[in-house]
Structures are given as structure tokens and as C-alpha cells.
């Protein structure tokens, strides 16, 4: 191969990871969007329509990383020898490959530590309302408790009235 093309492919893989970093940068932004979404909220006041909505929108992002990963690897194949053999002649893109990767992994971090504290948050919310729920079944279940009491009170007060009378 040689040194054009090399560089070519080069190119074409160091315009990967800046697409690559732009997607992932709008990743953080829907994440952290979907973190106002549920923060600090219970669940009849979180945003559950635009969360899903940014999930959908995730989504579409992700696919066309995992696009751009899979023809970066494509393009890294036909170079990886060329790189292997001839270091020298490419320090400068790879130091830019470097110093991209160096950005997707921080971004990543970002988008993994944002996503932790949104599962906490959805945690948190769920065992609220499923707390509330229990409450309200207990509630309902002593209201049922008290009625049927109440009438089951009263109609051995009206038995018992009807059996002292014979």
C-alpha cells in the first residue's frame, strides 16, 4: 500500500472518530436532558413522554456509531500493517487517532456516569410509587377491613336481636 493511500484511509478514519465524537457528545446532551427529566421528581411529576422521546433519539445516535465503528474497523484492517511496519512516516495522525480516542473515552465516561445517576433516579422514583402503592392497598385492604366489620357487626347485632325475641 502506499503512503497516499495510506494517509487517505487515515483521514477517512480520523473523520470517523470526529463524527463519532459529535454523536456522542449529542448522546451526553440527551442523557443529561432525560437526568431533568426525572431528577428530584416523583412520579406523577417526571416527564415520562420526553424521556422516552429522548430515548428514541438515543437510540437513532447509537446506531450510527455502532455504523462508524464497524467502518473504522474496516479501514483500520487495511492499514493496520502499513501502521506496523511504518510508524514513523504517520506520528501526526496518529497522534490526532490518539488524542480522539483520548476524547471518546472521557466522553463515554461522562455519558456512563450520567446513566448511572439516571438509573438511581428511576430506581428511586419506582420504589416510591410502588411504596405508595402498598400504602394504598394497605389502606384500602383496612377500609374493606372496617367495613366488612362494621356490617358484619351489624347483622349479628340484627341476628341476635331476632334470636332473643323468640
Excluded: P
Excluded at 502506499?2 to 446532551?29: A, C, H, R, V
Excluded at 411529576?45 to 422521546?53: K, Y
Excluded at 448511572?116 to 419506582?126: L, P, S
Amino acid at each position: 500500500m502506499s503512503n497516499t493511500e495510506t494517509l487517505k484511509y487515515l483521514n477517512i478514519m480520523i473523520e470517523s472518530l470526529q463524527k463519532k465524537q459529535k454523536l456522542l457528545t449529542e448522546l451526553l446532551i440527551k442523557t443529561q436532558k432525560q437526568s431533568e427529566c426525572i431528577a428530584d421528581r416523583d412520579y406523577d411529576s417526571a416527564s415520562w413522554e420526553q424521556f422516552q422521546v429522548l430515548m428514541i433519539e438515543k437510540d437513532e445516535a447509537i446506531s450510527k456509531i455502532d455504523e462508524l465503528d464497524a467502518g473504522f474497523d474496516q479501514v483500520f484492517a487495511r492499514v493496520k500493517a502499513e501502521l506496523d511496519n511504518n510508524k514513523d512516516a504517520y506520528v501526526s495522525e496518529i497522534k490526532s487517532l490518539q488524542e480522539l480516542i483520548t476524547a471518546l473515552t472521557d466522553t463515554g465516561v461522562k455519558i456512563s456516569a450520567t446513566e448511572e445517576r439516571n438509573r438511581q433516579d428511576i430506581e428511586r422514583i419506582m420504589t416510591a410509587a410502588k411504596a405508595g402503592i402498598g400504602k394504598a392497598r394497605k389502606n384500602m385492604k383496612a377500609t374493606s377491613g372496617y367495613i366488612t366489620s362494621m356490617y358484619g357487626n351489624t347483622a349479628n347485632a340484627e341476628s341476635m336481636k331476632i334470636d332473643s325475641k323468640h
